[in-house]
């Protein structure tokens, strides 16, 4: 039996207000423009923002391959914190792997501190690329979300 995926733990300082990045995070406007690690895209993004709602987007590889996304929303606290439980299919229709993301929003003066917790809940045959690269790919996406941040606040999205 493979051995049990990690949980991840960031913490990271973003240079907007609060209220801004939890808007960033939950409409599709803004998660399409920095939602993905680099050099993946996302290129479709819907969501219904309630407990029980869903979240779907695709992660598109620089070779074109489609990673589609089911998420359901556990918790929704604007502008304090989300819960959400995702999933990337795999063949048959059982997921890669699935997952429970714990995102808190504290206020840090003019900034939002951000707590980024993630659970592995399942973890099946075929996971292990997505989630050996989980840390990478977060870090990567966090990155993603200041840039793109600090670029929505110029008004150059």
Known sequence: MAEKAKDLSLKRVVKAPRDLVFEVFTKPEHLTQWWAPKPFT???CKVDLRPGGE???SFRSPEGVEHDCR????VVEPPGKLVIVQAVPGPGGRPFFKIRQT???HDNGNDTALDFEVQVLE???GSEPFLGGMEQGTNMTLENL???LEKFQKGKP
């Open 42 to 44: 996302t290129h479709h």
């Open 55 to 57: 979240w779907t987007y």
């Open 71 to 74: 998420a359901v929303y556990e």
């Open 103 to 105: 995102i808190t929003f």
């Open 123 to 125: 973890a099946n045959p």
């Open 146 to 148: 200041a840039a793109y």
